[in-house]
């Protein structure tokens, strides 16, 4: 089921535009009469920090297409345990597998901040995919995309516990990172350690060593949820140095 999420009251005037993030475009293959149309049908919503968008197991109803906010979605086994899948953000269309298998949802998402979608209902989302080849193609290509991702991060789940944490810290910096007056580049991670470690599937004691030694190391310098890399091609120069 998805969450009641507050309505956000302030309309959205053109929320198709704003769905379509750097890599995601499904929505400009919409006609403008499809756009309006969008427009008229979509429900915008607002959640706060650890509100929960999704829960796992329940029924889909539609998909929310994220406008701000970071959301972390996670798997929970019947004995109760929890893993973190995957963290979304801008533009990351939440419950699509779940709309297209028509399925329940196999994963609870949960707002890691402050957050805004636009709420698009199952029905009207098959029938664009019916009425528009275009769309339909596109949607089929996100779809794609979501198993090409999950294929990555199997490989990237045979590395070394230290490649990893640098392939997240590059994989992230693109979102939350900004360089300061120094030149260096400074990330605010989205995820605790903890999160970080049940995303990597490895222990708490594994990641706060790993940080650590970069620290050591002089590649990265983690402060909470701060990270400062001073030379972002030595990073990338580790990760590629890793053996396949």
Not at 56 to 75: N, T
Not at 217 to 240: N, Q
Request: hydrophobic share 35%; charged share 25%.
């Amino acid at each position: 089921m998805t969450s009641r999420g507050k309505p956000n009251g302030e309309g959205c005037p053109d929320c198709a535009r704003d769905c379509i993030g750097k890599h995601n475009l499904i929505w400009a293959n919409l006609s403008p009469g499809e756009q309006h149309l969008f427009n008229e049908i979509r429900i915008p919503m607002s959640f706060k920090r650890r509100q929960i968008v999704i829960h796992q197991g329940g029924f889909s109803s539609g998909v929310h297409c994220v406008l701000s906010g970071v959301l972390a979605q996670r798997l929970t086994d019947p004995q109760g345990n929890t893993v973190l899948t995957r963290v979304r953000t801008r533009s990351a269309l939440i419950g699509l597998d779940s709309v297209v298998l028509d399925e329940a949802h196999h994963v609870s998402t949960e707002a890691l901040t402050d957050t805004s979608t636009c709420f698009i209902p199952k029905d009207a989302l098959m029938w664009f995919y019916q009425a528009n080849e275009r769309f339909a193609r596109s949607l089929t290509q996100e779809l794609a995309r979501e198993v090409r991702h999950f294929e990555t991060q199997r490989l990237i789940a045979s590395f070394q516990i230290r490649t990893r944490v640098l392939q997240f810290l590059y994989d992230v910096a693109d979102e939350f990172g900004d360089y300061n007056d120094e030149g260096q580049l400074v990330i605010s991670l989205p995820l605790s350690r903890q999160d970080i470690a049940s995303y990597m599937g490895v222990r708490h004691e594994s990641i706060t060593r790993t940080i650590r030694d970069l620290a050591r190391d002089g590649i990265a310098i983690f402060h909470k949820r701060e990270v400062t890399i001073d030379d972002i091609d030595r990073l990338l120069d580790e990760i590629e140095g890793e053996p396949f």
